[in-house]
């Protein structure tokens, strides 16, 4: 037993021997000496002691020598790291993990922001393995030889884990504020949020509310516009049975009187027939004498309210002529209205413009709707007469702007403040552009020529200014569109010219449609309408039209008339005409009376122009007296020749109307020899007016011879003019040997 106690342990004197050469080795004073053999609390001790002062690779190095030892033994589970070693790097590891996790948490923690850790121990515990980790072991008993080597670095790491607690703790106080008071304002901005929605979905309520309202206005509005248009229809439809009816009951039962007559006419008309009557007395060029006719006063009147098409709206709150415009483009095919649509949008841009007022947009974009419907025929002929609200149809649209743009061209031919042509400024432009100069050369020429010509009337001068338009648009077809585009200084442009000089090229056109026995050349294209198939007139309809055109050629083959009563009289018997027979009115403007004229409604549109603007050539308005040198006998010795005046010398028609027969007019008497044929209506009729001329003007001693011719010339021609198929029988009528009644009526 005793012997059993004084062993010494082998494993622990290696041990011991180990940890002291490891620790001698590291010491600045180093010895060789082999420790001392004493007890084993002393050899404790000793060891505490001296691991005091070891440093973590001092004891991996102890580690690695005590292990190479231990391997030299065979025994090799004797190779067992001591509890001193073990606990040794517990204590390290503890150290090292406390401080490398806390540092990498609170990092973590605070990513994207400085780090509040001490750039010291950063550096200090930057070296810790990443494989380190906290491991709660339980320690031994001699835990406790350890404890004073890591007591200062664990005050410092638990001060540290302690402040940072702190910090983190005010952090997340912090955050609890914030994400609070973030809170409060989602909510508060959430619930403004419900509050906006709730009054938007109340505005769109009410706003669609209000759009089933305006349909239903728009609807209800649209269908009094028909039943308003379709009253207008009726009360026409009843206004033209009504005077079907006054007319036949006139006819057969009645005698109209010169007054009731008057009042069925129009001014114009009694205008016609009043200075037919003195057309004698009149000065030549001084003008027709007579007020302006029925469709000079509409044209006239269409211009002063022009501006109505671009300032009011129709239902769709658009201006009139933009409405028009598109409902025409509803009724064309898909590729039609994608072109004419274009079109509405470049005219809507004129509409909003700030530089110019009401008629000049309306004057302008009636050139411009022109000269695109001219640019697409289909265009033209589809919409010329279609209406514009309730102002008029395009067509007298086109009309208007003529007559304002002819206000505005005044001065046109006539030098500008510099001394030039703004006509022949703006040729010379053209012919920079032409890529022909030299054929253009020959056109300024002939244009300066006319426009200082002393010679030409301001007609002609228009009319020749025309007919080069069009030759230049022939010759330069290409650039025929920038041509008709040009400007002419201020006044407009030549488009607009040509539509101002074509109404001048027609008024000298006249002349030579009037000329020609039996039928003139404008009658006849009247007739050859007839036939036209794309008319279909049926045999009824061109019944009527040939009477009207009978009609016609009367009116012109009066050589007692002048040109610009024969126009005038021609418009009045178609407005007549129009009245019984309105729905061929489209049809009758439509034909065509020559290539270079144009149709009926161009004439009826030139008569309204000379009217208006009162630029009817001199010839228009004069005719030459007719007489007639007569060889009387013939004596062999001797010619003589004598003049015997003409029948129907209006300065002694006074000695012959003025009669008295039977106690009546002598034109009753005059009548009774001729009136075979006559009806016995028209029989009483002639007597009742021949006693009211008796009555009311021969035996009248308040008026004049003069006075009395031209009152009783008056009467008859409003006698014949309201019922025209009498005017054949009454001018036929041979007064004496004085002349005809007819004659008589040009007095």
Known sequence: MKKKNNKVDHNQLLNEKCINEVINSSSVHSTKSKPKTSKNTERSFI????????????????????????????????????????????????????SKNFVYDFENSFSGSPSPLDLTHIDTYSSIPSNSFYEEDVLDDRTSFCELDVTDECNKVLSLVKHYENEIKRWKRKLKSCKKWCTSKVTESKKETDYLNYIIETYKKKALEEEYKLIN?????????????????????????????????????????????????????IDILYNLSLKNKQKVGSGSGSSESSEAKDMKQKKECVNDVVDESGSSGKPLLIEALYNISITLTVEKKVIFEQFIIELEELFISDNYTSIEI?????????????????????????????????????????????????????????????????????????????????????????????????SEKYSLIYQMILQIIAQFPDMKDEFLNLEIGEFGSVFMLQEISVQYYRMEQIKVLFEGEPKCEFVSALYASLSDSKYQLSSS?????????????????????????????????????????????????????????GTFGDFLAMFAFGESQGCYPEYFLTFSEITTDVVTTENPTTETQTTVSVTGDCATASSYVLQVVDGTSILYSYASTTW?????????????????????????????DSEKVTSIIAEINAYVAFYYYREANVHAIEIGTWGTIGQLCTC
């Open 676 to 704: 075979s044929t006559w009806a016995a209506i028209e029989k009483a009729n002639w007597k009742s007016l021949c006693t009211r001329i008796y009555t009311n003007f021969v035996t009248n001693t308040s008026m004049s």
């Open 47 to 98: 060891t505490v002691t001296n691991l005091e002062n070891i440093s973590y690779p001092q004891y991996k190095r102890l580690n690695k020598t005590y292990c190479g030892d231990m391997e030299k033994n065979s025994d090799k589970k004797n190779c067992i790291m001591p509890s001193i070693f073990k606990h040794f790097e517990k204590k390290c590891k503890l150290k090292t993990n406390i």
């Open 541 to 597: 309809n061109k019944g009527y039209l040939k009477i009207l055109f009978d009609r016609f050629s009367t009116i012109i083959g009066n050589n007692t008339l002048t040109y610009a009563e024969k126009i005038k009289a021609i418009s009045y018997q178609y407005r007549q005409f129009i009245k019984t027979f309105d729905y061929l009115e489209e049809t009758i403007l439509s034909f065509e009376i020559s290539t270079e004229f």
């Open 217 to 269: 206005e728009i609807n209800k509005s649209r269908n009094l516009q028909i039943l308003l248009n379709d009253a207008y229809e009726y009360i026409n439809h009843l206004e033209i049975q009504l005077e079907r009816k006054n007319f036949s009951i006139e006819d057969n039962y009645t005698i109209p009187g010169a007054g009731e007559a008057l009042c069925r006419i129009t001014d114009s008309n």
């Open 362 to 458: 309306a004057m302008q974009s009636s050139f411009k709707i022109h000269q695109f419907f001219l640019k697409y025929p289909e265009f033209y002929d589809q919409c010329k007469y279609l209406s514009i609200g309730s102002w008029g149809t395009f067509y007298e649209l086109f009309q208007v702007g003529v007559y304002l743009a002819a206000d505005k061209f005044t001065g046109c031919l006539v030098h500008n403040e510099f001394g030039k042509f703004d006509l022949i400024e703006a040729f010379l432009e053209f012919q920079s552009k032409c890529g022909d100069a030299v054929a253009f050369e020959t056109y300024i020429s002939q244009l300066t020529l006319i426009l200082e010509s002393t010679t030409y009337t301001e």
